[in-house]
């Protein structure tokens, strides 16, 4: 069962969950979610307000606040607060549009109900005007939009707000030491952003909210993806935990595998938690949740080959850039994790994007990587030091088929890009033998 209300199914929309929702302390009012007693006009202006920013969840026939000791959840008489809402649809937004109805019965034979707006900016139109001005959503209450966000609401399209947010993604910079040789064979970057509720636009990073993500990642597919990428070779590792420069508003966590050689940290991945300042700004700066894989397994090779003939050049072998560029997808649609990124965001686990490209810089040419296992050099093809490589929109990455789909487009991408062939034929012979997860 989904943990998310707002992507949960109508036969999922139970009373119980919206208690068990109601009932915590944590879960105020926020860019994505708002609580109303009974109809007004106030929540149509809410409803063109979620439409013209992230979307969102209405909850009719509740509190927004209470005494200690009153009830909650009041309900309310469906069908005419319904029709009221549509009404007001109808005759106070520009252009009419109506968002989709939940009706929730109580469970105590009163016979009324608690009624679900959800709204869903996806496919809301662009944007949506009352009173000729467009309503926006910022923490935990409505505002109108300036000149600049109207111009944007303008040029967007419906469906044109979920790709950007993934997508904006800086390519990651290979570091050099003082003779200016790269410090890493490759560096792997992916992320997403997010937008950001009413508590997580003031409130700093708590220590537990850190050591919580934490412990999600260490219990994730991400590790044993970096094990495979070593050959599990190392002597020992170290799980996230936080590492480096952090503050109050970001947060540095790192993954190291251990080695006595020169080369002490092998493999590395680092997570990077970047909450905005806030000031004033009517749409609000994004949030940023981005993993980067460092790899050295190449100069740890060396290294221990660097007494008497050096051996062969380490090359990668396919099948552990597969379990690698899989590890980092698994990880960011694990429930566990986003439920850890969407706590320190105050938002929707719904609001959660899945991460839509990955970055590449290498230390030299990116075929000189690649274990050849039949792959061939296209003459005079070009070099090719990294990439950027898109996800297929249409794809779900919490689905294993969709999830592999993905991977082994990039896979041949990442061929072609290096100027080789045969990158085709090898992924579906691995395929065709790999064990089917359980």
């Not at 208690?19 to 708002?34: G, I, P, W």
């Not at 994007?353 to 005079?380: F, N």
């Not at 088929?401 to 990039?410: K, L, S």
Request: charged share 20%.
């Amino acid at each position: 069962m989904n943990n998310s209300l707002f992507a949960a199914s109508a036969a999922d929309l139970t009373i119980e969950r919206i208690r068990a929702l109601a009932s915590r302390l944590d879960q105020v009012e926020s860019l994505t979610l708002e609580y109303k007693s009974q109809y007004s006009s106030n929540l149509v202006q809410t409803i063109a307000a979620m439409a013209n920013t992230y979307g969102g969840m209405i909850l009719v026939g509740i509190n927004d606040q209470v005494e200690p000791g009153v009830e909650r959840i009041v309900g309310v008489d469906a069908q005419p607060t319904i029709d009221q809402i549509v009404s007001g649809c109808s005759t106070m937004l520009d252009p009419p549009w109506e968002p989709d109805f939940f009706n929730v019965p109580l469970d105590d034979g009163s016979g009324r109900s608690v009624v679900v707006i959800r709204v869903d900016a996806d496919v809301a139109p662009r944007p949506v005007l009352m009173k000729l001005k467009a309503p926006i959503r910022l923490s935990g209450r409505n505002a109108t939009a300036d000149r600049n966000r109207l111009l944007q609401l303008v040029r967007e399209e419906p469906s044109a707000r979920v790709l950007p947010m993934g997508q904006s993604v800086t390519s990651p910079n290979l570091e050099r030491d003082i003779e200016g040789k790269a410090t890493a064979d490759f560096i792997l970057r992916t992320g997403i952003n997010l937008p950001m509720g009413q508590a997580g636009a003031w409130r700093p990073l708590s220590e537990k909210a850190v050591t919580a993500l934490a412990q999600a990642l260490n219990n994730s597919a991400f590790p044993d993806a970096l094990y495979t990428l070593g050959h599990g070779s190392f002597s020992s590792f170290m799980g996230f935990r936080q590492h480096g420069y952090n503050r109050s508003r970001k947060a540095r966590l790192v993954y190291q595998a251990m080695s006595r050689s020169p080369v002490p940290h092998p493999v590395e991945a680092v997570v990077m938690v970047d909450l905005p300042e806030i000031h004033g700004s009517s749409t609000g700066a994004p949030a940023k949740v981005t993993i980067d894989v460092i790899s050295r397994v190449r100069q740890y090779a060396d290294a221990l080959n660097s007494v008497g003939t050096p051996e062969e050049m380490y090359r990668y072998p396919m099948p552990h850039l597969m379990e690698l560029f899989d590890g980092i997808l698994k990880t960011f649609v694990d429930p566990t994790v986003v439920e850890e990124i969407a706590r320190i965001a105050d938002i929707d686990t719904a609001l959660v994007a899945q991460p839509r490209e990955l970055h590449l810089a290498a230390d030299g040419q990116v075929k000189e990587l690649l274990a050849s296992d039949g792959l061939q050099e296209i003459p005079e093809a070009g070099t090719s030091g990294g990439g950027l490589f898109r996800a297929n929109p249409a794809l779900n990455l919490r689905s294993f088929t969709d999830r592999q789909e993905q991977v082994d487009d990039w896979l041949r991408q990442l061929g072609l890009d290096a100027g080789l062939t045969g990158m085709e034929s090898l992924v579906e012979r691995y395929r065709a033998t790999a064990p089917t997860p359980v």
